[in-house]
């Protein structure tokens, strides 16, 4: 099958590419991030390999939120039925476009279909803009409302409205931020103007090494000094008695002044 448009360069490896174009699909995504987000093109790659179970008129090719949970339900029901495991996360971040989470999601498919093995599938699933955001300079980077905007889709609250989880992801994303935010007044001190404290002006001189051959016998030999510092040689002897001595108070009478 020809297509009239070149599909655009994907983080995509040649061998899922060829496998996607030998499946001949109604149409080849130009843009994974949305043309993969409502389920349709995943329902038509299963039909070739169960076509019992799968029916493309079942499933509607649309950009609206209620037809992307619609085609990803009846995925849902079939993957339970034919004890597919493909990974959610992959799955709830195709469903609102985050970077790169298509690419993965028809990687894992394709090894869950050929048996094949890829190299560069990630381990750990990170759609943040992390990555992104440590290739711009500084003054280009985000700020934290940037950050928030850019890590959490306006899907995912219409998904899921419950306030208390989505002030975790905020505080998560905005926890994030300043940690970046510390790595760098650490890394740039200069260019924040950061003052070094008055403990890392002080200097530090190493500890003396004497004829013992270690500075921690030497720090020993201090600390029993000190300690015997003040004391009698009274402490080692152990027939020495001590007698109470018992003080008289005057009477307060006797200083009472008559005016």
Known sequence: MSYSHPPRRTGLSRAVLRWLQSLD???FPRNFRRDFSNGFLIAEIFSWYYPGDIHSHSYE???SLATKLSNWSQLGQFFSK????????????????KPGAAEMLVQDIYSMLTNGRIKNIQDEVDFTDHYYQEQLPMVARSTASKAIKNNIKLTEIMIEPNINKNRQKVNAIINMHMQQRLIEREENPKRFNIKPSLAERAVRHPAAVGPSGSAINIQREKLSFISN??????RGKTGVHFKEIQVKQADRASFTVDV
């Open 229 to 234: 510092l003040g004391l009698p040689e009274i």
């Open 25 to 27: 699909l109604s149409f």
């Open 61 to 63: 090719n649309g950009a």
């Open 82 to 97: 034919r004890n597919l495991k493909p990974v959610q996360e992959l799955i709830d971040g195709t469903i609102h476009c």
